[in-house]
């Protein structure tokens, strides 16, 4: 399997592939592969020729120094992994900061018409126009015909598809399911770096989130969050930093519920120091 750190050698071999009439398929991640990734990986083989998979830690997404130096990085075992699934039909490219940044690592300033201030973008200054830049940047680097982006990051996905839309990019944007561990946690590079007792407590957060669900049926959006946040306080080892129960198309918070409407609900919470987040629909 080859691994592409220069784009220009990379954009040569997307070309030769698109010349020969085959379909590309994208999954940008930052690497610490596990099955979500490939899942999403599968997905894009079923319905493209090839798919072209990025590894890239990408440092102007991360407001906290720490939490970006931690970051597991794991290329060799990532493309070990990559190879159990396609070692012919996926192109990986790992890039290096300068490759992408060019010398200047910042970020662009972008307008996702709101999406960007809810959840996330309240805890995490300037997440999404880090990942806005870089995943715009990627896309005029591979020009794929679809991109798969898991749910579990729901947020980012609606943000994505809001850049695709506002800047007439032409891929099409692929939601994929959350893809989850036996006991319900949901997959994440960072469950790796969970200390074993943390790794025990965390599959709590689903669990509360599909109580939610059940209360959410016949009890308001305020009453299931002040349920929720008590399960929290009375936990040991989990800290919430938020529950919201929120509208799909606007991401804000719902104040009286509406059978048109669709809602999920969405969960940041610290296991240790480790940030973990997670959401369900509702209806
Ligand atoms: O979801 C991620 O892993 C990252 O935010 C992404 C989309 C690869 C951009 O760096």
């Given at each position: 399997m080859k691994v592409f750190s220069d784009k220009v050698e990379l954009v040569k071999k997307i070309n030769q592939l698109k010349a020969e009439n085959n379909s590309i398929g994208f999954v940008p991640t930052m690497g610490a592969l596990h099955q979500g990734h490939m899942s999403l990986v599968k997905q894009g083989l079923s319905n493209n020729s090839f798919v072209v998979v990025s590894i890239f830690v990408n440092p102007?997404?991360?407001?906290n120094a720490e939490d970006l130096k931690k970051y597991p990085r794991t290329l060799e075992r990532d493309v070990d992994l990559l190879k159990t699934v396609s070692k012919d039909k996926i192109v990986v490219y790992a890039p290096t900061v300068d490759d992408i940044y060019e010398g200047n690592a910042k970020s662009e300033s972008f307008n996702f018409d709101g999406l960007e201030f809810e959840m996330e973008g309240k805890f995490r200054q300037g997440h999404f126009d880090g990942v806005g830049t870089i995943v715009k940047r990627l896309f005029e680097i591979v020009e794929p015909n679809n991109a798969y982006f898991g749910e579990k990051d729901f947020q980012q996905l609606a943000i994505i598809k809001k850049l695709v839309s506002k800047y007439n990019i032409p891929v099409k944007v692929v939601g994929c399911k959350i893809h989850r561990e036996t006991n319900g946690l949901a997959m994440s590079?960072?469950?790796?770096?969970?200390?074993p007792e943390y790794k025990k407590a965390a599959p709590f957060i689903f669990k509360t989130l599909q109580s939610a669900k059940t209360k959410f049926g016949t009890k308001s959006a305020n009453k299931v969050t002040e349920w929720v946040t008590k399960q929290f306080a009375k936990h040991e080892l989990l800290e919430l930093e938020y529950f919201i129960i929120a509208d799909v198309d606007t991401l804000k918070p719902v104040k009286r519920k509406s059978n048109k409407k669709t809602y999920r609900a969405f969960i940041a919470a610290y296991a240790d120091d480790i940030r973990l987040i997670d959401n369900i629909a509702l209806n």
């Open positions: 102007t997404q991360f407001d590079s960072r469950n790796e770096r969970l200390k």
